[in-house]
């Protein structure tokens, strides 16, 4: 096969190869960050490492934002390959503005690679702007590529690429997953110099220390790269570190699957550590902990945390059901095991977050309660992150009979992204399960709204005291205390029904056609939020309506009128709000000694004390500190440690 463009008479004329991996832009004004786009970088790196490219081929670019595509049309010179690394949340983007380089372009080779591409050659066919595929790992594919576009091979031999000639689909695409680990590094190969040149973005990269994954999670498609480890070597992963250092890098991300899961991840993190404190980057390290080597993984975690570059770390269960984990091939350490890591965690002052994703074939309604409760009742009060269940294309569950044996129906929805500005279009979309053999739609919808309850209640505190008192002193199951408050919130008249049918109505709309799930107000600033964090900011602001409801429900479950009242008094308290830096309260019962574990709860009947030093001073500010970057690590709730008695003579 030959492109025109790729003649070797004309490639003098039309000789610039553009990358194309664009990305979201989180938050705003000053605080306006993204990623570099290391996959494409990484392609780049290793194409113009070879003397072949090198000698055919100049970089015409790399494109990381979503421009407008007419603009990126008139910023293109001479393009003889564009090539899109695509993933759900840029896929939609990329095939509108690969459609218009083939129209300006037309002797121009579009390349699609990354995790969106699925096995065959059905996007060929769908799109006859695209000229080529890449599946699974892209840069000796992309490089072999390349070089027979410019007469140095032929397109039918590279194995993992599908590509389209003289109208005719050739289509193979058995992933090639190499051994190679010898690829340059985008960092000190020049990729991103042109971009590391502008203002107003403070962007955050991506290391990678190993490729691959052990397991074969139905719902996941990091298995494209192979289940057998592959490790790169040390210097490298040194040598980018130093980049990003003497870059002023504030964040770093480790795109590793299970970091942790060798002994050389100990010293990786000391020399991220180190950096932080020799020059003062990266200031934040996050990870993907392996769900094994527990003390490996808990000696890395501390000392991350210890250097304040991470918010805790992250034990995932994704489920409890047995029925559920069997039919997605995963399997979880045990809740007295998960116990007992929480404590060795809580004693270091680490706060632990879990993962459990909600629409997995087999779980049903109440098994997806109980499951949260259990990890509850186990000791996870600080947070549970609850996922929707994407198909991902590259995915044991992007296959068409598994879907059908579990019964699988999806909504096309724009992709989950959150934290973005207002008015920045959604480039991408998801496939997202909304119902099963196991759950019906209106299971689901149901189960959304517990979530949210959950998350907004418990995690981020609202009545997190009054449902451990409910627990711990009258054995009241964590999924049935808010199953009960769920059904008030249903039933309930004012305020709190109102805020509470605004965000059911969301869920309900996402679920039936696949609407946008996510919330704005500009009270809280100029970005989207996740729905649960809507919630709690809306209750949070006027919380008099939570609280007369949560008095029915403690007095459902006979817990004495005095005790009720005055339990809840500490509870409202205990929330952290925008402009309150403190305050007293008169309290009957020592809830705080109780909290921090004194036993029995005892007669109290005096003043307590409370501050809060670091209080933001207005609901932008809470919003963002508090509840975007502080939901997981408890910035929302005081802890009980933080009410002082005051008696006679203080």
């Known amino acids: 096969m030959r492109f025109r463009a790729a003649v070797p008479n004309r490639v003098k004329s039309m000789n610039n190869i553009s990358f194309f991996q664009p990305g979201y832009t989180f938050g705003e004004g000053r605080k306006k960050s993204a990623f570099l786009p290391y996959a494409a970088g990484t392609v780049a790196a290793y194409a113009f490492s070879r003397e072949a490219i090198r000698a055919n081929y100049s970089l015409g670019g790399i494109f990381c934002f ?14 003889a390959v564009a090539a899109f690394s695509n993933y759900v949340w840029n896929f939609d983007y990329n095939l509108r503005l690969a459609a218009l380089i083939k129209k300006e372009f037309p002797d121009c080779a579009v390349v699609f690679g990354g995790h969106q591409i699925p096995p065959g050659g059905g996007l060929l066919e769908q799109y006859t702007f695209i000229d080529c595929l890449i599946h699974g790992e892209g840069e000796e594919t992309f490089a072999e590529l390349a070089e027979a576009l410019c007469g140095e091979g032929r397109l039918e031999r ?197 993962e459990m994703i909600l629409g997995l074939p087999g779980e049903t309604y109440d098994s997806f309660c109980k499951g949260i409760g259990k990890l509850i009742a186990s000791g996870q009060h600080n947070y549970i992150d609850i996922f929707r269940c994407e198909v991902l294309l590259n ?96 039933s309930c008249a004012g305020r709190c029904a109102e805020v509470f049918s605004r965000f059911k109505k969301l869920y309900v709309g996402f679920a039936e056609s696949g609407a946008a799930l996510t919330y704005h107000d500009e009270l809280y600033g100029g970005i989207t939020w996740y729905p649960e964090e809507g919630f709690f900011l809306e209750i949070l602001r006027e919380p008099d309506c939570l609280y007369r409801l949560a008095e029915n429900l403690l007095q459902d479950i006979d817990i004495p009128e005095d005790i009720a009242s005055d339990l809840l008094m500490f509870q409202k308290n205990a929330m952290r709000y925008a402009g309150k830096s403190g305050g007293e309260v008169f309290l009957q019962y020592d809830w705080p000694a109780f909290f921090a574990g004194g036993g029995q709860l005892k007669k109290a009947g005096f003043i307590f004390k409370f501050t809060d030093a670091n209080a933001a001073p207005n609901w932008r500010d809470y919003a963002r500190e508090n509840v975007w970057y502080g939901r997981r690590s408890g910035r929302t709730l005081h802890s009980p440690e933080a009410f002082v008695p005051l008696i006679a003579g203080d």
């Open 66 to 79: 979503f421009e407008e595509p007419e603009d990126v049309i008139r910023r293109l010179k001479s393009p």
């Open 158 to 354: 590279i194995p993992s690429l599908s590509h389209r000639s003289g109208g005719r689909v050739t289509v193979n695409d058995e992933v090639r997953v190499s051994r190679r680990t010898d690829y340059p590094s985008p960092y000190f190969s020049g990729i991103f110099d042109e971009l590391m040149g502008m203002s107003g973005v403070c962007f955050s990269a991506t290391v990678e220390t190993n490729r691959g994954c052990p397991y074969a999670c139905a719902y996941c498609d990091w298995g494209i790269t192979g289940k057998r480890l592959k490790v790169f070597p040390i210097d490298r992963i040194k040598k980018e570190i130093a980049w990003m250092a003497e870059h002023k890098i504030e964040h770093c991300f480790c795109a590793d699957g299970n970091f942790g899961i060798l002994e050389r991840d100990v010293e990786i993190a000391e020399l991220i550590i180190k950096s932080k404190k020799d020059f003062g980057y990266p200031k934040r390290f996050d990870v993907t902990y392996a769900k094994e080597n527990d003390d490996r993984v808990f000696a890395i975690a501390s000392r991350i945390f210890e250097n304040k570059m991470s918010r805790g770390p992250s034990i995932s269960f994704q489920s409890l059901n047995p029925e559920a984990l069997k039919n997605v091939g995963r399997s979880n350490i045990s809740t007295e095991r998960f116990s007992r890591l929480l404590e060795k965690y809580n004693a270091r002052g680490i706060p632990v977050y879990s």
């Open 395 to 490: 995915s044991e569950l992007g296959k068409k009979e598994y879907r059908e044996n579990h019964k699988i129906k999806t909504v096309k929805t724009p992709s989950l992204l959150h934290h973005i500005p207002v008015g920045d279009k959604i480039h991408g979309h998801s496939l997202v399960t909304v119902s099963t053999e196991s759950m019906t739609k209106e299971e689901y919808i149901k189960a959304n709204l517990f979530s949210m309850t959950i998350q907004s209640c418990h995690h981020m505190g609202l009545l997190r005291y009054a449902a451990i008192f409910s627990h711990d002193s009258f054995n009241i199951a964590y999924e049935c205390f808010y199953n009960k408050l769920l059904a008030l919130l249903e």
